[in-house]
């Protein structure tokens, strides 16, 4: 087997956050055969509003992510696969039709798909973006005839239906130039929500219906699938900041305390017991003791809005019928106690904390807090040519071949 032949590489997926880096690399050999070596976040540093204020701090930042990761498990690598967040992308609905002969019908071919999904790019961008995912939802051919894959249908005219993810050219070219001053090349740069769902979601769940929340810092991002594919994106401008802020004007602590006391005692649903429960923080240089119900009533107004927004999202999509394999949670507030089964309450499905389903040696711990990083790794993989090879190898080439000839043939007669 080539694949036998094709020895292990590391590949490194780098999440730039609104307020944090997370690093985590792959060691792969084949598609069955991955080690996660492993992952570490950085609070950010000379990164502001989504963008890169000082070039030296924020270098300084990756170096330091990937470092900590590289030191421990004495490897080195050169390239990384860079991931951006919701609040750094746009989201944009395309139409375009181009016309395949002036007179009769011919068999639409793989080129004419390629032509019209570059004119599509074309129109759907603005002149200073960059497309990070082109995602056809449909074909039409002649006006009458909807399609997933309209290869080998007889048209006249020939149209797509795509959802364009594009990020600003000048924002991603200064994140880059911070990787390259830190000692790396980027190979491909991903919208980190949706590489996520690669590796959290099972294709049989993206066929039936299902909904991935990911819920950042600053924005919670909802991406519904349908029929294997992205459906509808939507973000809501509300994170685990906004939770942190009211603890600490609840409790007149600084913003770094109030984020330590809610990843440790902040809880949504919880007993009576456990709402009397006293803890001592620490302001300045004397303890003061604080009752954990009155973390949970601080956040308590902001959980209710965001589970609304969340649902009413979902709705926005038209698809909440349609929705057969729940909906699945990650990033750092899904770790939030008793969350899930508020979101679950409020929505009235399924709700799981998102998971990593890859042939890992090593488990991910916090797989809903790194599996972004895994994703990255993980679809750098498979852009890469090693993995072209890899899947080459299980098919006969002599069919791809057979496959280009058929369609050159109906391309010209």
Known sequence: MLTKMINEKYYCGLDIGTRKIKAGILKIKDPSDMELIGAYEHKSHGFRDNAVSDLGEFSECIHSAIDEITKKAGIKFKAIQLGVGAAMIETRQVDTVIPLVDRGHKVITQQDIKKLNNNARLL?????????HELPQYYVVDDVNSALNPAGLYGRKLGVNSLMIVINGNRIRNITKAVHQAGYDVDNVFFSSYVTSKVVLRDVEKKKGCVLVDIGSQNTTVLVFLDGGLRFLERINMGGDHLTHHIADQIHLSFDLAEEIKQSYAMVLGSEALQDEEILVKREDSYFPVKRGEICQAIESDIEELAGRIQLAVMHSGLRDKINNGLT??????????????????MNMTVKLGQVNLPLRKNLNHAALFSSVVGLAQCGYEKSFRYSMAS??????????????????????
Do not use: M, P
Request: aromatic residues 10%; negative net charge.
């Open 329 to 346: 949670i990650i990033g750092g507030g899904s770790l939030l106690s008793g969350f899930i089964e508020k979101i679950g309450q409020a």
């Open 124 to 132: 759907g961008t603005k002149i200073e973006e960059e497309v990070l």
């Open 392 to 413: 080459n190898s299980q098919s006969h080439w002599s069919q791809q071949v057979i496959n280009r000839i058929k369609d050159l043939y109906q391309e010209y007669f």
